[in-house]
Structure formats: structure tokens, C-alpha cells
Nanobody
Framework: QVQLVETGGGLVQAGGSLRLSCAAS????????MGWIRQAPGKEREFVAS????????YYSDSVKGRFTISRDNAKNTVYLQMNSLNPEDTAVYYC??????????????????WGQGTQVTVSS
């Protein structure tokens, strides 16, 4: 079992930036894909971005493509999400997640197997 702890959330004005970090411990098999999911109030969880085990492949939802960048440092067992040009629609709890075996670069919420507790991101207009 892998444990995931997210940090870096907070309150930012529209147009600003935040960097989220996700520290993994336990079964941190580096070949598993990792990603970020978010959930806004009253809405279902939404896929945001993912990265393959070696960090070569990445995938983004259309809503964040060009603004968010996912990366990972396997030596530190850490995954990052750099978020630029934030807008109020990005307000949500952001969860780090580990992909299932057989999903090297997860693209849907159901392709993740383990979740962190989440970190709140609030973007004011």
C-alpha cells in the first residue's frame, strides 16, 4: 500500500500560480503512473493530469492543458503539479493518486488505485 501526502494548496488570486507536491511512502514502485485529481464543491472528481513511472509521458485534461505541468522526482518519491494562470474554475480539493497496474499514464479517475487526503486550492476573482 502506498501513502500519499499533498502539500502546497492555498488561496491565490486569478492569474496567479501554485505548486502542489505529493510525497509518497510505503510501496512507492516508481514504475507506476501518478496523477492529480480534483473535486470542486458539489461536483464529481475530475481527472487533471498524469505522468508515467519514468516521467517520459504526461497527459492533461483539456481544461488545464497549457497551464498546468506535472513532473516527478523518483529519487525523492515526489510528484509535483505546477499550476499557472489559475482561474476561479480551478478552485477545488486536489488529490494526488497512484495509478493501477496496467495504466502507465492514467487518463480517467477509475485508473487510479490510491489517493491522498487532498489539499485545498482556492482561486479568487
Amino acid at each position: 500500500q502506498v501513502q500519499l501526502v499533498e502539500t502546497g494548496g492555498g488561496l491565490v488570486q486569478a492569474g496567479g500560480s501554485l505548486r502542489l507536491s505529493c510525497a509518497a511512502s510505503g510501496r512507492t514502485d516508481s514504475y507506476y503512473g501518478m496523477g492529480w485529481i480534483r473535486q470542486a464543491p458539489g461536483k464529481e472528481r475530475e481527472f487533471v493530469a498524469s505522468i508515467s513511472g519514468g516521467g517520459i509521458s504526461t497527459y492533461y485534461s483539456d481544461s488545464v492543458k497549457g497551464r498546468f505541468t506535472i513532473s516527478r522526482d523518483n529519487a525523492k518519491n515526489t510528484v509535483y503539479l505546477q499550476m499557472n494562470s489559475l482561474n476561479p474554475e480551478d478552485t477545488a480539493v486536489y488529490y494526488c493518486a497512484a495509478g493501477r497496474a496496467g495504466s502507465p499514464t492514467p487518463r480517467t479517475v477509475t485508473e487510479f488505485r490510491s489517493w491522498g487526503q487532498g489539499t485545498q486550492v482556492t482561486v479568487s476573482s
